[in-house]
């Protein structure tokens, strides 16, 4: 999956030359199984069309990190 612009401008290197995500954008990502949650909803609200999901799995992730943003 092809990561967003935003989060490849969060990724940065810790002193072990591992990449790490910054504490603000690690706090930011919304919980895997609440996306998953959201992007099953989304995609039954499409009609369950057969596909991989993965635009339903995005904008699920982009509307709840908006949320994280907002609080």
């Known amino acids: 999956m092809k990561r967003s612009k935003q989060e490849d401008n969060a990724i940065q290197s810790d002193e ?5 995500l910054s504490e603000k954008e ?12 959201l992007a099953y909803f989304k995609w039954q609200q499409a009609g369950c069309p057969d596909c991989d999901g993965v635009e339903f799995w995005l904008a699920a992730e982009a509307e709840m990190s908006a949320e994280v943003a907002a609080d």
């Open 16 to 20: 072990s030359g591992n990449a790490a």
């Open 26 to 37: 690690h706090a930011a990502r919304p919980c895997c199984e609440h996306v998953r949650e």
